[in-house]
Every structure is written in C-alpha cells, then in structure tokens.
C-alpha cells in the first residue's frame, strides 16, 4: 500500500530557481492538502483542493502555486525560491466529509541557499 | 481565528510510565475535532487519537487517551506505560469546521512536543 507519495525526498535549490514538487496518492482521496513545517512553528496549510480542477489557498500561499489535472495527483511549485522557503513540505489527503483524518507522505526537505 | 497552543516544547519520561502532552485551543465554534498526530524520526505523521467536540466521551486508542475539558478547551494526551518507540513529536491539531468550499479539512496545528522515552 503506498498510501501518499512524496518526490523527491531531498532537494537543494539557488534563490531564483523553480521547482516542482509531486504529491501521489492512490486511496482515491477527494482532498489534498500542501503543509509546511518550520521548527517551532507546526505545520501550515499553503494550498489545497477539494477535487480534481480545483484549487483554493490556505494560510501561507505567497509564493506558491499549485495544480490539480488529475484526482491522484496534486503538484507544488515554486516558480523563484527564496530562503524563506527552506522548510520540509508535506502533502496529505483525504476524503471528504466530516472529520475523516488526513493521510501524509513522507515529506520533502528543501533548502534554499 | 483558531489557535491551537501546546506549552511543552519537549518532555521525558521513563519507559513503562505514565506522560502527559497538554494542548488548549481557541475557538468560537461549539462543534469541531481535535487530534493528536505523532512525528517519529523518519518524518513521517501519523494519527494517534481524535475527538469530536461534541462527544463527552473521552478517545482511547490503546495505550493513548485523551482529556478532553471543552470550557476549559483543553485537550491533552495522556501515554500509558511509555515504550521507546514512542519516542516521537507530538502535534495537537484542531480540525475547523466546514468553509465555504464545502467539507475541506484545514487543520490548525500546534508547535509540536518532543517527547523522550528514557530506558
């Protein structure tokens, strides 16, 4: 069962590069989610979509864009990265309704130098 | 907006005993869901416990339980007979209820607690 999957695992990027990160999931989930975790500070929403074409933003989106073609997937990009964004990104899913728990890949450390 | 606060950046307990994470929250809403999620080392986050605000009845998952005082909103986790792989951070998480765009579940966390096992 590969649950939700995070590629890649590592990346190191120059300021004013772009990247994008891959979410995957394969329990059919309506929702997906893009966190970030900073220390001292939890886990974040940067965006998220509640079905496949949809978007929305969450807490902290500057910076960040996202796209939905297809159910499984949910795609983060940073178009010009940015110290600030040194951060471990995790994606999660779930399905819709009240109160069903999110699932979370693995995560993707990113530094930004 | 809601906050969700955990006042112990890290805590420690002998293996076989008995520890408690404390977590309070704000919010406005009368219906909602908290969580506990745990962090081990490879990063990943797993859910170990949630309770609907409504429900009086205090979540036990095995050895993990909650107390859960909603006038008081708090919501603290209790770990019973500690075991090193529970060695983890630990994040409270509040669930808001549904927003416009119907049903997303945008969890609020909070900053986390390291928790230690000692042998």
């Excluded at chain 2, 009845?57 to 008081?72: D, G, I, L, P, Y």
């Amino acid at each position: 069962n590969a649950g939700v999957t995070q590629t890649p695992k590592f990346r190191v990027l120059k300021t004013g590069q772009s990247m994008t990160l891959l979410c995957a999931q394969d329990m059919n989930h309506e929702y997906m989610y893009w966190y970030r975790q900073d220390p001292g500070m939890g886990l974040r929403l940067i965006h998220y979509s509640v079905g496949e074409g949809t978007t929305a933003k969450g807490e902290v989106p500057d910076g960040y864009n996202v796209s939905r073609l297809k159910k499984q997937n949910f795609l983060l990009g940073l178009e010009s990265a940015a110290p600030s964004q040194t951060s471990v990104y995790f994606c999660a899913s779930s399905y819709a309704g009240w109160g069903r728990p999110l699932h979370f890949g693995n995560g993707t450390r990113l530094t930004v130098t | 907006a809601q906050t969700v606060t955990q006042s112990q950046p890290e805590m420690s307990v002998q293996e076989a005993e008995t520890v408690t994470l404390s977590c309070t929250y704000d919010t406005s809403e009368s219906d909602y869901y908290l969580f506990w999620y745990k962090q081990p080392p490879s990063r990943q986050m797993i859910l170990v416990i949630r309770q609907e605000a409504y429900k009086q009845q205090n979540a036990t998952e095995n050895r993990f339980s909650v107390n859960f005082q909603k006038a008081a909103k708090s919501f603290s986790l209790k770990i019973s007979d500690s075991q090193l792989g529970d060695a983890a951070m630990y994040f409270c998480a509040y669930r808001s209820p549904m927003t416009l765009i119907q049903g997303a579940q945008k969890l609020v966390f909070g900053q986390g607690t390291r928790l230690t096992i000692n042998p």
